[in-house]
């Protein structure tokens, strides 16, 4: 090719790339702007949910419900990464404007995630035969049958919208995330009014509580699945047949997602469950409400960072690492702006707990403390595990997460039977992430260069 020619060809693919890194900008711009609307008004309903449900149900039947959507949200975990996959998988076939692959593997996902669903429930449906709720739950003020039948129904909900949910991962690839918002807003709208309906006209029931919280999950992801026909009916998993050799990079991607999955929800799940044991579930509520106050930062953090995702998985296979660069830096000064505020916010805890919920939770200062620490460090660790994930270089944080997962257990039980009590489950947390904090870093930084030179 003529030097003149080639010249015009390179200025050609660098006016492509800028018109692709600018359009990919002004999507993300938007995707957030909307979502901050939805997940506001979500956000919203969630608090205002909150001290009813308490009333609804009192301080240690909302325990047992705190609990029992801790345990039973493991199962979320056994799609075996295939939904994180499945976005990976949408948005990196979408970049090379390949709709047949995208199809395909929404369909494979479909049809794997439908059958461990099954399988699933199955399981549940034996092991809540043979087990004592009372002693899981720590608890004697529900019976055992009441228990047992609400185990059952929250799992059958729960599954159903294991499989349902799968939609909202295709949105995610398409880089439509204020859809995926949308819904969980609807969900919250809906579980509000339910619960309002059940403290004003029905006696208290955790049996009721799961059906309210259940029925809303899935409503709001089949007007999802919708809305995805209506819009993008070439992505509708039902017009094309899965095949295995999309199985197979959906379950490869997927079972290191899985496990960083598993290993993470083992960090921040197994707390309630700890102090309920240990320490009676009476103790989860001031646990609850505190993180549900300091969730809020992490929230507005993971509005930010969602839409980053998939905008990542196509920014790094197009080569344009300038982009990447440029929107992790603001990610930095979005950290340093919520890390202050939590910290300010952290000075006013205590007034705003009693305005929200009421007298009739005590929240000890040092607890509030450590989870001021524990946000910070949950926020500069997502910053990076967010373009770690998008680009599927996972090996080295499935060693990190199962290793922070394998001491935070024990370390968590350790410190809850100490002077500590919760501040002790809370403290454990934090030891056991700091890991991720210092390695995760200087994966991104590795990556990056890497890929500059490269296109250099």
């Known amino acids: 090719m003529p030097k003149r020619e080639c010249g015009k060809w390179l ?11 600018s359009s990919r900008g002004f999507n993300y711009v938007y995707q957030v702007k909307s979502s901050f609307i939805f997940k506001g008004l979500a956000i919203l309903a969630t608090f205002v949910a909150m001290p009813i449900t308490i009333k609804y149900l009192g301080n240690e039947l909302f325990g047992v419900w705190a609990t029992m959507l801790a345990l039973i949200s493991w199962v979320m975990l056994f799609d075996l990464g295939i939904g994180n996959g499945l976005r990976n998988k949408v948005s990196e076939s979408l970049s090379a404007s390949d709709y047949n692959s995208a199809r395909e593997y929404v369909a494979a996902s479909y049809m794997v995630v439908g ?25 004697t003020i529900v019976s055992e049958v009441a228990l047992r039948e609400s185990v059952i129904v929250l799992a059958m909900c729960i599954l159903a919208n294991f499989w349902i949910s799968l939609v909202a991962q295709v949105f995610h690839g398409l880089q439509k995330t204020s859809y995926v918002v949308f819904s969980q807003f609807l969900a919250n709208i809906l579980a509000l009014f339910s619960v309002y309906a059940l403290y004003v006209f029905c006696d208290s029931s955790i049996l009721y509580m799961v059906l309210a919280y259940g029925l809303a999950l899935v409503s709001s992801n089949l007007i999802l699945t919708l809305i995805l026909h209506a819009k993008h009916p070439r992505l509708m998993p039902f017009f094309s047949k899965p095949k295995l050799l999309q199985i197979k990079p959906l379950l490869t991607l997927g079972i290191q997602f899985f496990i960083i999955q598993l290993a993470t929800l083992s960090i921040y799940m197994t707390d309630r469950i700890i102090i309920s044991q240990i320490l009676g579930p009476g103790m989860v509520t001031p646990y609850e409400v505190v993180l549900k106050l300091f969730s809020f930062f ?22 344009d690492y300038s982009w990447i660069k440029k929107y992790t830096a603001a990610q930095l000064v979005v950290f340093l702006v919520l890390s202050l505020s939590a910290l300010i916010f952290s000075f006013n805890a205590d007034w705003l707990i009693q305005l929200w919920v009421g007298d009739g ?22 910053i990076f595990s967010c373009f770690i ?20 257990i024990p370390l968590s039980i350790y410190l809850a039977q100490t002077d500590l009590g919760v501040a002790g489950v809370i403290l454990a947390t934090i030891i056991s992430i700091s890991l991720t904090a210092i390695i995760s870093p200087l994966q991104y930084l590795f990556y990056v260069r890497k890929g500059s030179v490269y296109v250099r």
């Open 389 to 408: 994930g998008a680009i599927g270089k996972l090996k080295i944080g499935v060693f990190i997460t199962s290793f922070s997962a394998a001491i935070n």
């Open 298 to 319: 992490v929230l507005i953090q993971t509005l930010l960072l969602t839409p980053l995702l998939p905008a990542y998985t196509e920014a790094f296979h197009r080569g």
């Open 361 to 382: 939770v005590d929240v000890p200062r040092y607890v509030v403390g450590l989870f001021v620490v524990l946000t910070i460090m949950m926020l500069w660790n997502a």
């Open 11 to 21: 200025n050609g693919c660098h006016a492509v790339m800028s018109e692709l890194s």
């Open 115 to 139: 059958f461990v669903a099954v399988v699933l429930f199955l399981v549940v449906l034996i092991v809540s035969i043979s087990v004592s709720w009372q002693r899981i739950f720590n608890t």
